[in-house]
């Protein structure tokens, strides 16, 4: 497969195994650059198996996948490519800030950086604060500043906003926004089909298949509405 | 680079543990007066048997602390997270083996200096060198808790490795029989247990003067044993998993 520099993550007749269970089948799909995608599916969908496929942390993968043009894993990509997890994978006997200063020092990122994190995520006054004493909703920003650290080329963050509060949830939109214009590729992926609107391409993942891949516009022309749960329902229908 | 990072996050963690450092730092000291005060009215057996329980400690707490440290590593995320950053494993474990060698120099340090002072036990040889025989046990104790943590899914399963892994080895060891008045097949096996080697180099560091070389010899084999388990437990860690 050639690489076309439009595309961070090329991905052709890709089936995943996971945990002994085929999860993904026989998908294709592409990631434009400096565009965000929203993955978006039902759970159980094999969202989160195509995330650990483009970063590089999943056995069994068998068909063609390109990231940034290199195999997915790669030494080089270490560096460039940054996976917010869905759990917290973060430590819980530690404080905020030094968690993210753990991540710093291994990615190589400078220390003001954290601070600077710690504000965009609005974690500023948890700082000091220990992991296991923070709510759900702290948890999953800490391990989106930690995807942050040394300003990835692509960043590819598990259910970034479920369990935010909506002021919270448009901040963190804000921010994608200004890393898609710092020239950042993101891969979001989300259950709540509302927040397909805010992407600039939406994949559409169900039960291991790729219903489609459009922008918003482009699926609420082909299904004939703009709310995206009745698109949803809508090409499941056209499929079977 | 890592490594260091490593090192100071784990130390970092335990910081924010001050009862785990206590227990660390107080149980060995504690048991080694127990025992001390047991043979009260048989100094001669604390003189044998208290300076195998100074290789002990460090085996037991490393074992148990590693294990679950690892595990939680491999089951919180946080270790498939590592997994995506530059880090290598050898750094990873580099940095656990830094911290962990640290506590157990400070552990052996007050086990021996209690000991050594208000206990009266007496060892012939360095003092030193008894120390660093301990800090390679901790490296031992750290390279069999990484293997268990690869073969365990939960804190319940890798708590039952310790009576599977550590306590044959404190059967066989010869601090309840000497080794050399075990039968041909204990005898065997003792030989092929690194704490043998660990209990043969602190007698030789109680009853010979200086660092004789049976006790260096000894030391390096322990440490031998340390690497390799370490290195056996890094092939666990894997980038990609199922």
Redesign the interface.
């Known amino acids: 497969m050639s690489f076309s520099p439009e595309h961070a993550v090329q991905a052709r007749n890709l089936s995943v195994?996971?945990?002994?269970r085929e999860v993904l089948h026989d998908v294709t799909f592409a990631l434009p650059a400096g565009r965000i995608t929203g993955l978006i599916g039902p759970s159980g969908g094999g969202k989160t198996t195509l995330m650990r496929a483009v970063?590089?942390?999943?056995?069994?993968v068998r068909g063609e996948l390109q990231v940034l043009g290199m195999a997915p894993?790669s030494?080089a990509l270490?560096?460039r490519?940054?996976?917010g997890?869905q759990?917290?994978?973060?430590?819980?006997?530690?404080?905020v800030r030094?968690n993210l200063e753990?991540?710093a020092?291994?990615?190589?990122a400078p220390r003001a950086q954290v601070d600077r994190l710690l504000e965009r995520v609005d974690l500023e006054a948890a700082a000091g604060q220990?992991v296991r004493s923070l709510s759900g909703g702290q948890r999953s920003r800490i391990s989106l500043a930690?995807a942050l650290l040394g300003d990835p080329k692509l960043l590819v963050l598990d259910e970034p906003t479920v369990g935010l509060d909506p002021v919270l949830r448009e901040r963190l939109w804000e921010l994608f926004r200004e890393l898609i214009s710092a020239g950042a590729t993101l891969l979001v992926s989300s259950h709540v089909m509302d927040e397909a609107a805010r992407c600039d391409e939406v994949l559409l993942l169900r039960d291991g298949r790729v219903l489609a891949q459009a922008t918003p516009a482009q699926l609420a022309q082909r299904t004939g509405t703009d709310d995206l749960e009745q698109a949803f329902l809508r090409l499941v229908e056209q499929r079977s | 680079m890592g490594a260091a990072a490593t090192a100071t996050r784990v130390l970092r963690q335990l910081r924010h543990d001050p009862r785990t450092i206590g227990l660390l730092l107080g149980v060995p000291a504690l048991l080694m007066t127990i025992f001390r005060f047991v043979y009260d009215h048989e100094h001669a057996v604390f003189e044998h048997a208290g300076p195998m329980l100074m290789v002990l400690f460090p085996l037991v707490t490393m074992f148990l602390v590693s294990s679950v440290a690892l595990l939680r590593e491999r089951t919180s995320g946080t270790l498939e997270r590592l997994m995506t950053t530059p880090l290598s494993r050898f750094a990873l474990l580099g940095g656990y083996g830094l911290a962990f060698t640290l506590l157990a120099t400070v552990q052996a340090g007050v086990v021996t200096a209690l000991s050594l002072g208000a206990l009266g036990l007496s060892l012939a040889g360095s003092t030193a060198l008894a120390v660093v025989l301990a800090a390679a046990v901790a490296l031992l104790g750290l390279g069999l808790g990484l293997l268990a943590s690869a073969f365990a899914r939960s804190e319940f399963q890798v708590v039952q490795f310790f009576p599977a892994t550590i306590l044959p080895q404190l059967l066989l060891c010869g601090l309840l029989v000497p080794r050399a008045r075990m039968g041909g097949v204990l005898h065997a096996i003792s030989d092929a247990l690194p704490m043998s080697y660990a209990v043969d180099g602190i007698r030789h560091v109680a009853e010979e003067r200086g660092a004789s070389a049976a006790a260096v010899g000894d030391l390096a084999i322990v440490l031998a044993f340390a690497v390799g388990a370490i290195l056996l437990g890094a092939l666990t860690l894997r980038r990609r998993t199922d």
């Open positions: 195994w996971r945990g002994g970063v590089g942390v999943q056995r069994h894993g030494a270490h560096r490519v940054a996976y997890t759990s917290q994978a973060a430590y819980d006997d530690l404080s030094e753990y991540f020092a291994i990615v190589g220990l930690t």
